[in-house]
């Protein structure tokens, strides 16, 4: 007897639709075919002990499951309870039509309890468009899936539940979510506020004009200067996530396997930090079975570089194209995957090995040419994807104790949010440009003009300050979003002015 039951395969950030065949038939053996992975063989031992422990029995003939079509590479244990109702109802221990009209996932232990599985919401996704009546998976998964409505997600413990779902001995309310009250209820709950940190309005307002124009920013500063923590509050500020971003963040995170237990639509922007140890795949992602890495897991949020210069060269080379592209491909032999990586770049670094170069107070011990190779490390192509530099100075001891509350996210945020609406309009005839850092430069001409006067000022300070060639496109980038926060229609020269000091890396013998 053949029966079928549909699974499904992520591949990137995209779901594909798996028919699982099971005959059982004379003879002996039990036979996993169509390119499946040494999880997936291993499912007849789980299979087994779970039909025992339940009172069901394996059948002693042969038993051949092909996993349909036969040139994906399938990975993963996701596939035990398929595979086992397929067997069950080829060997007539499971009576029902229905098996047809679901898309049926999840891991089982030995005694038939379900485990949660991965990507769950790119496979509901995918199971609505291919019509398909509803989603039968492991409840730790089930809020995350019922994100996607007219599809009904019916969530299970264990494998009985399932069977007793199909044989109408068991009824079990599809699980349904109201998306947008859900996402209102948790977008933008941050524990972090600008109005934690005293001091330091020079690199508030600086990480200000990063989130109005969606530029890269790095700071240059002392240890303990609060660049980390000036760095952690950039996401409060940022707009608030759509229901479209929040679904293409919550996608890479499912896929990933980072949203946990009970999970639903993420209504935070992301904020990834990963230490300096990391390898080029972890951070672009990759693998035999591609996964999205860091950059990925920060689409439509932040990723934060602590101490720059000690990440490994080749780490931050491979970085160029994802920021120009805003997105990275993984090729390999039999599939190329994109995987979105629309990020804010935020580094931090100190601006020696010993921490006290250009400091106030107390002497660098670093010798001659020792802070110049240091900086060497961050390369001028990816100083170049930066738009903003910006030296942090330590606080002082008066604005550590002052009493007078800080300006709050909250606050800055409208500002923000006000200046990238001004954006919205500019570039509404470009659906792939968004912000002002996302001006290729052809466009910089026409949009940020400046007068006689700008232009005088801009080579006076490119002259005077040692400034390379390649500050000229992102002072104006920046120059620009300095004006929309300010509500002005032109560039003018404060804005201009403002926008030139943001360039410190770029001045010849900075570090002296």
Same mark, same amino acid.
């Given at each position: 007897?053949?029966?079928?039951?549909?699974?499904?395969?992520?591949? $990137?950030?995209?779901?594909?639709?798996?028919?699982?065949?099971?005959?059982?038939? +004379?003879?002996?053996?039990?036979? &996993?075919?169509?390119?499946?992975?040494?999880?997936?063989?291993?499912? +007849? +031992?789980?299979?087994?002990?779970?039909?025992?422990? =339940?009172?069901?029995?394996?059948?002693?003939?042969?038993?051949?499951?092909?996993?349909?079509?036969?040139?994906?590479?399938?990975?993963?244990?996701?596939?035990?309870?398929?595979?086992?109702? $397929?067997?069950?109802?080829?060997?007539?221990?499971?009576?029902?039509?229905?098996?047809?009209?679901?898309?049926?996932?999840?891991?089982?232990?030995?005694?038939?309890?379900? !485990?949660?599985?991965?990507?769950?919401?790119?496979?509901?996704?995918?199971?609505?468009?291919?019509?398909?009546?509803?989603?039968?998976?492991?409840?730790?998964?089930?809020?995350?899936?019922?994100?996607?409505?007219?599809?009904?997600?019916?969530?299970?413990?264990?494998?009985?539940?399932?069977?007793?779902?199909?044989?109408?001995?068991?009824?079990?309310?599809?699980?349904?979510?109201?998306?947008?009250?859900?996402?209102?209820?948790?977008?933008?709950?941050?524990?972090?506020?600008?109005?934690?940190?005293?001091?330091?309005?020079?690199?508030?307002?600086?990480?200000?004009?990063?989130?109005?124009?969606?530029?890269?920013?790095?700071?240059?500063?002392?240890?303990?200067?609060?660049?980390?923590?000036?760095?952690?509050?950039?996401?409060?500020?940022?707009?608030?996530?759509?229901?479209?971003?929040?679904?293409?963040?919550?996608?890479?995170?499912?896929?990933?396997?980072?949203?946990?237990?009970?999970?639903?639509?993420?209504?935070?922007?992301?904020? =990834?930090?990963?230490?300096?140890?990391?390898?080029?795949?972890?951070?672009?992602?990759?693998? $035999?079975?591609?996964?999205?890495?860091?950059?990925?897991?920060?689409?439509?949020?932040?990723?934060?570089?602590?101490?720059?210069?000690?990440?490994?060269?080749?780490?931050?080379?491979?970085?160029?194209?994802?920021?120009?592209?805003? =997105?990275?491909?993984?090729?390999?032999?039999?599939?190329?995957?994109?995987?979105?990586?629309?990020?804010?770049?935020?580094?931090?670094?100190?601006?020696?090995?010993?921490?006290?170069?250009?400091?106030?107070?107390?002497?660098?011990?670093?010798?001659?040419?020792?802070?110049?190779?240091?900086?060497?490390?961050?390369?001028?192509?990816?100083?170049?994807?930066?738009?903003?530099?910006?030296?942090?100075?330590?606080?002082?001891?008066?604005?550590?104790?002052?009493?007078?509350?800080?300006?709050?996210?909250?606050?800055?945020?409208?500002? &923000?949010?006000?200046?990238?609406?001004?954006?919205? !309009? !500019?570039?509404?005839?470009?659906?792939?440009?968004?912000?002002?850092?996302?001006?290729?430069?052809?466009?910089?001409?026409?949009?940020?003009?400046?007068?006689?006067?700008?232009?005088?000022?801009?080579?006076?300070?490119?002259?005077?300050? $040692?400034?390379?060639?390649?500050?000229?496109?992102?002072?104006?980038?920046?120059? =620009?979003?300095?004006?929309?926060?300010?509500?002005?229609?032109?560039?003018?020269?404060?804005?201009?002015?403002?926008?030139?000091?943001?360039?410190?890396?770029?001045?010849?013998?900075?570090?002296?």
């Amino acid at each position: 007897m053949l029966t079928k039951t549909f699974g499904s395969a992520v591949q $990137g950030v995209n779901a594909y639709t798996i028919t699982i065949e099971v005959v059982v038939s +004379q003879g002996t053996n039990f036979y &996993v075919v169509g390119l499946p992975d040494n999880a997936i063989k291993e499912s +007849q +031992q789980r299979i087994e002990a779970a039909l025992k422990f =339940r009172g069901l029995r394996m059948p002693r003939t042969k038993v051949v499951v092909n996993m349909a079509p036969a040139d994906i590479r399938k990975e993963g244990s996701a596939y035990d309870l398929p595979i086992a109702l $397929g067997i069950l109802h080829a060997s007539q221990q499971l009576s029902t039509e229905q098996l047809g009209e679901y898309i049926i996932m999840g891991e089982m232990a030995l005694d038939g309890a379900l !485990r949660p599985i991965r990507g769950v919401l790119p496979i509901a996704i995918q199971a609505r468009k291919e019509g398909f009546k509803g989603f039968i998976l492991p409840r730790e998964n089930a809020r995350e899936a019922a994100i996607v409505n007219n599809l009904d997600i019916i969530p299970v413990d264990t494998m009985q539940e399932a069977i007793d779902f199909f044989e109408g001995r068991l009824a079990i309310e599809p699980l349904v979510m109201d998306t947008r009250d859900a996402f209102q209820l948790d977008a933008n709950q941050y524990a972090a506020d600008f109005a934690d940190v005293q001091g330091q309005e020079n690199i508030k307002r600086a990480l200000e004009i990063a989130a109005a124009g969606g530029h890269n920013v790095i700071m240059i500063g002392p240890p303990g200067a609060g660049k980390t923590m000036l760095a952690k509050r950039l996401p409060t500020i940022l707009p608030p996530l759509t229901i479209q971003e929040a679904l293409e963040t919550t996608k890479i995170h499912s896929v990933a396997g980072k949203l946990g237990a009970n999970a639903s639509l993420l209504g935070t922007r992301p904020f =990834r930090a990963p230490h300096h140890t990391i390898s080029d795949v972890a951070l672009v992602g990759g693998g $035999g079975n591609p996964q999205p890495g860091e950059i990925s897991l920060a689409h439509n949020g932040v990723l934060f570089l602590d101490e720059l210069p000690e990440f490994k060269r080749t780490v931050l080379e491979v970085m160029r194209q994802p920021l120009e592209e805003r =997105r990275v491909t993984i090729s390999r032999a039999k599939v190329s995957i994109d995987f979105p990586a629309n990020f804010m770049l935020i580094a931090s670094m100190n601006p020696c090995p010993c921490g006290y170069y250009n400091h106030p107070e107390k002497e660098c011990v670093c010798g001659p040419g020792v802070v110049q190779r240091y900086l060497n490390k961050v390369s001028g192509p990816l100083l170049d994807r930066i738009d903003l530099h910006v030296e942090v100075t330590p606080v002082t001891f008066d604005q550590m104790t002052e009493t007078r509350k800080a300006e709050s996210s909250q606050a800055i945020q409208r500002r &923000v949010d006000a200046a990238r609406q001004v954006q919205a !309009r !500019r570039f509404q005839d470009f659906p792939d440009i968004h912000s002002n850092a996302m001006m290729p430069p052809q466009m910089v001409k026409d949009i940020c003009a400046i007068n006689d006067a700008g232009r005088t000022l801009l080579k006076t300070a490119m002259e005077r300050l $040692g400034l390379s060639a390649r500050a000229y496109d992102r002072i104006l980038k920046v120059a =620009r979003t300095i004006a929309d926060l300010a509500k002005a229609d032109e560039i003018q020269l404060p804005h201009l002015a403002e926008a030139i000091q943001y360039r410190s890396l770029d001045r010849e013998g900075w570090a002296g």
